[in-house]
């Protein structure tokens, strides 16, 4: 299905971007420049002037959140974000708007550049109090248009139990973080683990945003993976 919307890729390898140093629950800088030295992750923007993240697949195939994406309209969304706006056709995407479901894999034409995809494993699940670290395009304060564009950054998280008013799904990731507040921008982008095993960066879902409660609220202070079926790799 090709969306009439546009999205505005602003390509960044993440070994080469600066971390922003204003965030609380910003990584120390050791582990923040490893993750960054490890991982990939795009830029997304609409014309709203609101932004996202989103994690290469290789080639021009991208995963990102399902709230990211500009809503399909009669006429080509008008960009505002920097970067060059492109169409972009949507293969899959999660049944509903929730949290286990927040994921979307699209791909771009192929005339555009794409990033290496990062080592995924989308089954294998972090354990409780786990440290896990989220990458992308954090921007503090909201998308407001008169703030400067947001740059790569990551966030340090603890894995934590599914709170008693968010349903535990078994496909949602709960962590927390040094914030309360949502990372605006961040939705999307990489979900990472550190694999002893391997002694390298993983990719275990994306970042959602606040998890939501039951009753369709926002649970303040825990914040929500999404681990999309792994199959959408074989796409």
């Not at 921007?139 to 340090?156: F, M, N, T």
């Not at 949502?182 to 960066?201: N, Q």
Request: with cysteine.
């Amino acid at each position: 299905m090709r969306h009439a919307a546009v999205l505005s890729i602003c390509t960044l390898l993440a070994g080469c971007a600066v971390t922003d140093r204003d965030l609380r629950a910003l990584a120390p800088i050791d582990e923040a420049d490893a993750v960054l030295a490890s991982i990939a992750v795009e830029q997304l923007g609409t014309e709203h002037s609101t932004y996202g993240s989103a994690i290469p697949l290789g080639g021009q195939r991208l995963l990102t959140a399902r709230h990211c994406l500009p809503e399909p309209g009669p006429t080509p969304a008008i960009l505002l974000t920097r970067g060059l706006g492109v169409p972009f056709e949507l293969l899959a995407q999660g049944a509903e708007q929730t949290n286990a479901e927040d994921w979307a894999l699209i791909e771009l034409p192929p005339w555009t550049d794409g990033l290496p995809s990062p080592p995924i494993d989308l089954e294998r699940r972090p354990n409780f109090g786990d440290t896990i670290y989220l990458l992308g395009f954090a921007r503090r304060g909201g998308a407001d248009p008169h703030k400067p564009p947001p740059r790569a950054s990551v966030v340090r998280a603890t894995i934590s139990q599914a709170p008693d008013d968010c349903e535990d799904d078994g496909r949602t990731v709960f962590v927390r973080t040094a914030d309360h507040d949502a990372y605006h921008g961040l939705s999307g982008g990489p979900a990472i683990r550190f694999d002893s095993e391997s002694a390298r960066f993983v990719v275990f879902g994306l970042y959602s945003g606040l998890a939501v409660k039951t009753d369709g609220s926002w649970h303040e202070g825990v914040h929500a993976i999404c681990r999309p079926p792994s199959s959408i790799l074989a796409r």
